[in-house]
């Protein structure tokens, strides 16, 4: 399912202000190349990473519109690129996946978790807050500017 979690990722981020923060979420093979480096690492919590498919009807194809991926840090559940594509936004995807993931963490002995999350993403942040994470650091990465 690399692909897959790739494809919803690139969907998902490709136009967002994350990929300038973070280029390979620009690019396809970026995404995969991301996908690969995240389930290699030893602290990967396959329970708390998963996967929304769309159907638009019976006799399409399923495709890819949503992901989360869990890894464990320092003790925590760590929540790696949420992720749901524009056009299926606001339908309650990202509160799903992110259950899912507090779940998957909880089995794997997990009690609490933590995420990252673009200040300008209101509506993520929004999501983030209802849902009772709570801010307690600020970090800056360097991006570079578009059109410079």
């Known amino acids: 399912l690399l692909r897959d979690h790739a494809t919803a990722k690139y969907r998902s981020f490709r136009e967002e202000l994350d990929a300038n923060v973070f280029p390979c979420l620009a690019r ?3 995404c995969l190349s991301l996908m690969r480096e995240i389930t290699g690492r030893i602290s990967f919590v396959p329970e708390a990473t998963w996967l ?3 159907r638009p009807t019976r006799s399409t194809r399923a495709e890819p519109v949503g992901t989360i991926q869990g890894l464990q840090l320092e003790g925590w559940g760590a929540i790696q690129n949420v992720g749901v594509s524009p056009e299926h936004r606001g339908r309650g995807l990202g509160s799903i996946l992110l259950a899912r993931a507090a779940e998957g963490f909880r089995a794997a002995g ?5 995420l990252e999350v673009t200040t300008d993403n209101t ?3 929004r999501l983030y807050e209802r849902l009772g994470f709570r801010r307690t650091q600020v970090v800056y990465k360097a991006a ?3 059109g410079v």
């Not at 997990?110 to 933590?114: A, C, D, E, K, P």
């Open 110 to 114: 997990l009690s609490q978790m933590h």
């Open 123 to 125: 509506a993520a942040v």
């Open 28 to 30: 396809r093979d970026g």
């Open 144 to 146: 570079e500017v578009a």
């Open 52 to 54: 929304v498919h769309y």
